[in-house]
């Protein structure tokens, strides 16, 4: 059980927090996690949930570990399976999260039931990228 939460951000790393699809040693991993951790600094409210294929291979601990400060807000990851299914699943088991939004760099993995919860990331950009910035500060009322 969660508790009493109100919002809830499904998180992709690939893409999202550091560059997608460049050759190995050309980035950081996890490079625009303090840019994260500053956006979501002023809403303390908001928990994490890990829907990136980092949960196919990582136990939950190593990836809060990944994710610095921001590790205490994960409650989770979504269960195994497509990213889709895999987030109505966790909605399912959770009816407490009334507000969701979904980072991730890849739309087709999504059906259209999510367009609007869906914050597509360009895979070079993430969230460095001003839009997605824009769009996660209005999600967040800031």
Known sequence: ?????????FLDFDG??????????TCMPFEW??????????????LL???????EVHPLDYLQEFLGGLGDRVVGAV???PKEAAIFAFLAKHPEVTDYLILDD???????????RLLVCE????????RVQKNLQDWLHL
């Open 16 to 25: 999202v927090l550091h560059p997608a699809g460049v050759p190995a040693g």
């Open 106 to 116: 890849s739309a087709s993995e999504f059906g259209s039931v999510l367009g609007a």
């Open 123 to 130: 895979p070079l950009l993430g969230i460095s990228e001003y």
């Open 1 to 9: 059980m969660i508790g009493n939460t109100l919002k809830m951000l």
């Open 33 to 46: 996690l303090p840019l994260l951790s500053e956006l979501l600094e002023p809403a303390p409210n908001v």
């Open 49 to 55: 949930s890990i829907h990136s294929s980092w949960r």
């Open 79 to 81: 269960p195994l399976g």
